[in-house]
């Protein structure tokens, strides 16, 4: 079966492998890679992070070997009274079992966070080989012995990984499906940064569908790691091109959504620029643009974030998945449209509409079946649900700006 088919039809594998690990997620997360370094680790900077409407903190530096368990609990501790969970790395936290005292330090790991009220998971590393993924999940395994409420971390290659070097595995489906079985996580987690210099990566909708398969055939979540930062050959972004990676996050069926980068990552670089925060600690114009975006991501993800996916679909030139041939829902209108159809818990139907062109607003009429259905619409502002009027053709007419999407739901048909 070809990729867009098992896109289109990934429904039919809700039933497929439970997973062991997998645990409901009661709220969509918004988070970042780089957080403050940490002499910056102090109330008014986290506050800036609150502000900015993001729920889960993520560690100073990635696997930076410097950390120590009273900065972590420093982190902790403001994530206490701010009201946000944190995900924390330990430089002594092993990558397998096999080496002399491994347990005897994950047994100590757990002792000095595993009660602390902010805690969310533990950060173990980024973008392994499958060579590693036996390793990976013996630790995994252990943590969830010693601490079941707080699960391992590890975050993903994404599809132009080269696998003999990086993934370590003829395919990415194999690396996916390789870690899945092996580490069992909680939630699968990668990053794909779509916009080089002169062009967008072709295959940044192939790993959504790669992805959201694995998420749907071992029921558990997946987060994408989103990129904002100009670094080697990632061209400086516009507004409407972050916020069109949020929105293909939903309508991919998405329950988390991750920034690269919040603080400026490392040292002073020129080829680096426009993380969230300066090198300095000052808000740059990205931090202002991705506040509204995640204000936007967060209320209509914790709206979907109890719903299954049923299919995400492209309408508009280039296709690269068609919709179902019997779907509830469809686009007219010229421009180019990523649809997200989901089954909600109360038997609606649930559909993300986004506009796919980044560089322009673009009108999108909708209709729904059954024929006649009594739509709502979605404020993320209010965070609230109002009908919606059709015309006398019984059509919704959405206006959508660059990059965004719109949130509608209605009573049938049985997905």
Known sequence: MNLTHRLIFATLTLAAIASSASAEQREFVVSYWYGPPPKFT???HYRRIK??????VFPPRALDPTLTVEQ???????????????VVHDPRMPRSLAGPGAKGVIDAIVADYHRHPALMAYFITDEPSAADFPGLGEVAAYLKAKDPNHPAYINLFPTYADPATQLGAPTYEEHV??????????????????FINGSDRPDYFTNFAIIRNASIATKRPFWNIAQVVKHYDYRALTEPELRFQAMQTLAFGGKGLLWYTYWYPGEPNSTVDHSMIAYDGAPTREYEWIKAINADA??????????????????GEPVQYAPPAKTPISIEGTG??????????????????????????????????????????????????????????????????AGAGVLIRWAGPRL
């Not at 502000?51 to 889960?56: G, K, M, Q, Y």
């Not at 972590?72 to 944190?86: E, F, I, K, P, Y």
């Not at 719903?307 to 309408?315: G, I, L, Q, V, Y």
């Open 298 to 315: 967060r209320a209509m993800g914790n709206q979907l974030i109890d719903c299954e996916s049923w299919a995400t679909f492209h309408t």
């Open 72 to 86: 972590n609990l420093a982190v902790l501790d403001l994530c206490r009274t701010l009201q946000m969970r944190a």
């Open 42 to 44: 102090t109330i008014e």
């Open 51 to 56: 502000e900015a409407n993001f729920n889960v």
């Open 177 to 194: 499906d390789r870690f899945v079985k092996a580490v069992d996580p909680f939630v699968i987690s990668y990053d794909h940064y779509p």
């Open 336 to 401: 180019r449209f990523t649809t997200g159809v989901f089954r909600a818990s109360d038997g609606k139907t649930v559909t993300l509409i986004t506009n796919r062109d980044y560089t322009k607003p673009i009108r999108a009429a909708v209709r729904v079946l059954p024929a006649g259905a009594a739509l709502e619409k979605f404020d993320p502002a209010a965070t609230t649900w109002s009908p919606a009027v059709l015309d006398a053709g019984g059509r919704l007419s959405v206006d959508l700006p």
